[in-house]
């Protein structure tokens, strides 16, 4: 299966996915990007060009909260965690994601005959 780029993907979905990337543990940009990879087995590839901009948007909207520490290889990075904004907004944004997959669900399920 072809990997979905960033380009792809809905507008605002980057986001979602980073905060609960992060939600599930402080993670730094490249850690981000292969979980993102990871869970969605390979179909979701998010590129450095996408991704870093996002984080620093995040940031600056007050969901994220970063810190500098030593990366898995030893090198410093910045290390992402979610803020109590940034919990409460990946709430709203599960619920949102949520009632929208469940539309396209029901519409992608309709057949020509089907009465609605």
Same mark, same amino acid.
């Given at each position: ?28 940009? !490249? ?48 290390? !992402? ?36």
């Amino acid at each position: 299966m072809t990997p979905i780029q960033k380009a792809d993907l809905l507008q605002g979905t980057l986001d979602m996915l980073i905060l609960k990337i992060v939600a599930l543990g402080p993670e730094h940009g !490249y850690g981000i990007s292969q979980r993102i990879r990871q869970i969605s087995k390979d179909v979701l590839n998010v590129q450095q060009g996408s991704l870093y901009p996002a984080l620093h948007r995040l940031e600056k909207r007050g969901w994220l909260v970063a810190n500098w520490g030593d990366s898995e290889n030893g090198r410093q990075a910045k290390f !992402y965690r979610l803020s109590r904004e940034g919990r409460k907004q990946l709430s709203r944004e599960e619920a949102t994601w949520s009632r929208l997959a469940e539309a396209v669900t029901l519409i992608l399920g309709t057949t020509a005959n089907q009465e609605v």
